[in-house]
């Protein structure tokens, strides 16, 4: 994955985080990947920016894509943080921001944080929250073919090939999950207290599922949905926990509309 890095300061530390922009003007996405990597939403950012007047950024979650992740950096509501000074750094308004999975989950913990940058907010079968009864698949302990059986309505979708990666791809795939365990926490993809912070978010949220997921099922979705002040909740069917890889066409209007209805100077009326 191409891109620009950015240096950013934080209090703890400095963290570099890359970003590949796709569309050059129109409505501004950040739009957050999930564990699978850059890969699972690069596709879905330039169907867009294709499709629609969008301007998309699509960074590496730092210690992904054979980035560098700071050892202070080892949580999602801080990784949250990194992005909502790039969002400064970069001087971006009106930003739709829209996550998958982990990226959901770092999507809802930006949101909590109140930057007056964002205007909405789109979680896309995110993950984060516990919901009694409807657990959270332990996606670390699956084979590639098993984890596509329960990510894809329609497995055959699914175009990772294994067999098919270099030395170097491996090591990347390894570093990605050694990142992802860092951040999904010791609760294994969901932190006991987000649905406290869930409870603060102000901008507009729209919750979508894909109804055959069977990594994190709908009810889960729903409660997550319910967990947001004036959240909305989008079932799509005929597609699992990857909506943007597996059916783009389905997704992509239902996102565009949910940012077109809410700009910043919609919001703010």
């Known amino acids: ?25 129109g409505r501004t996405f950040l739009l957050l990947h999930g564990g699978g990597g850059p890969q699972t939403v690069t596709p879905f950012a330039g169907f867009l920016a294709g499709q629609r007047p969008a301007r998309v950024l699509t960074p590496l979650h730092p210690g992904f894509g054979g980035t560098v992740r700071p050892e202070w950096l080892t949580d999602v509501p801080t990784l949250a943080q990194v992005y909502a000074d790039l969002l400064e750094e970069l ?17 809802a913990e930006l949101a909590a944080l109140g930057s007056e940058r964002i205007s909405c907010v789109t979680l896309v079968n995110a993950v984060g929250v516990r919901v009694p009864g409807h ?28 067999n098919a990666l270099s030395a170097e791809q491996r090591a990347v795939m390894e570093a990605n999950r050694a990142a992802l365990r860092v951040y999904s926490g010791p609760h294994d993809m ?12 102000d901008r507009p949220t729209l919750v979508v599922w894909g109804a055959s997921d069977q990594v994190v ?11 947001v002040p004036g959240a909305d909740f989008r ?6 926990h990857l909506p943007q890889a597996e059916t783009p066409e389905q997704l992509l209007p239902v996102v565009w509309d949910f940012a077109e209805s809410h700009t910043a100077d919609r919001t703010r009326n």
């Open 1 to 25: 994955m191409a891109g620009t890095t950015h240096p950013l300061q934080l209090d703890r530390g400095t963290v570099d985080v890359t970003v590949d922009v796709q569309g050059q003007e």
């Open 91 to 107: 001087d971006l308004r009106d930003v739709a921001v829209v996550g998958n999975s982990i990226g959901g989950w770092i999507a």
């Open 135 to 162: 657990p959270i698949a332990d996606t670390f302990s699956l084979t590639p073919p098993e984890l596509a059986r329960l990510s894809f309505h329609d497995p055959s979708k699914s175009r990772f090939d294994p």
């Open 190 to 201: 969901a932190d006991p207290t987000l649905t406290d912070r869930l409870a603060k978010i």
């Open 217 to 227: 099922d709908s009810d889960y979705g729903r409660a997550y949905a319910r967990a």
């Open 235 to 240: 079932l799509l069917e005929g597609t699992g």
